[in-house]
């Protein structure tokens, strides 16, 4: 069970460790959506939302139904779109089950939702250190494309 492989346990960590960032990025653009410069009251809003079934659509309301955001750029419908996906693939990491066959073998992840037993036979693939390692990478492009975003 976990995952014994010790590049992969880094890019792991390197990856999920970012995440409360990216939410605070997205909390960022949160606030230029509601017309705000109060970035305490829209984090707090955003992290009230914790589901992003309610989070996601919430955001999508604001910037395609609202006049003051009329003229937003697309880059926040790109932005938005990528913080769901990346919320996705990280979910699965956080989420489903970890292991490792044998001593310094490869790195399985299999949906949970199941048994361990049941989900370690049927549906596990194996996951690197490089594919944690992209997952970051398109974590940290998120993060500068919120930076670009236009400011209130």
Not at 25 to 45: D, F, P
């Amino acid at each position: 069970m976990g995952i014994a492989d010790i590049p992969v346990a880094l890019a792991y960590v390197n990856a999920i460790t970012l995440w409360p960032i990216v939410e605070d990025a997205m909390s960022q653009v949160l606030a230029r959506l509601i017309g705000t410069k109060n970035q305490e009251a829209a984090t707090e809003i955003f992290h009230t939302l914790t589901a992003q079934s309610t989070r996601l659509p919430v955001m999508k309301a604001l910037l395609q139904n609202t006049a003051m955001n009329a003229n937003m750029p697309e880059e926040f419908d790109a932005v938005i779109d990528a913080f769901d996906k990346l919320n996705t693939e990280r979910n699965r990491y956080v989420h489903d089950y970890w292991f490792t066959q044998e001593p310094n073998g490869p790195v399985y992840l299999s949906p949970s939702g199941r048994s361990f037993v049941i989900a370690t036979l049927d549906g596990a693939r194996v996951v690197t250190a490089d594919e944690l390692n992209g997952f970051r990478a398109r974590c940290t492009d998120l993060l500068q494309k919120t930076a670009l975003l236009p400011r209130l």
